[in-house]
């Protein structure tokens, strides 16, 4: 696949583990709440501070999603019907993998 190389990294260093926990699949948009924790595993293999929780209490799926991708303006929430979801298990869109990348590096990563 396109991505074995970065992916074969991000495995050795236990920042992803596949759809199943060994699988895989390239081409298959990630969920947000994957792309969380992946961004959580990246952030503590570069050693930053991961503790800080977000406030779930507004969205009502909060019960189903990591707060730390929320508390660093990661992943923000989705409006549907008047009502704020975090979409855990929603695929994400590449507008929103593009700002929550943007996000990361203004943001969350070190400045070099």
Do not use: N
């Amino acid at each position: 696949a396109w991505c074995y190389s970065a992916v074969s990294w991000a495995v050795s260093r236990d920042i992803m583990s596949g759809v199943d926990g060994e699988t895989f699949a390239p081409e298959r948009p990630p969920t947000r709440q994957e792309l969380a924790l992946t961004l959580f595993r990246y952030a503590k293999e570069a050693g930053l501070d991961t503790k800080k929780r977000a406030e779930l209490t507004p969205y009502s799926d909060a019960d189903q999603v990591a707060g730390w991708a929320v508390a660093q303006g990661l992943l923000a929430g989705r409006s549907a019907g008047g009502v704020q979801t975090l979409a855990p298990l929603g695929t994400v869109t590449r507008a929103e993998f593009s700002a929550v990348l943007k996000t990361l590096c203004e943001t969350v990563l070190p400045k070099q």
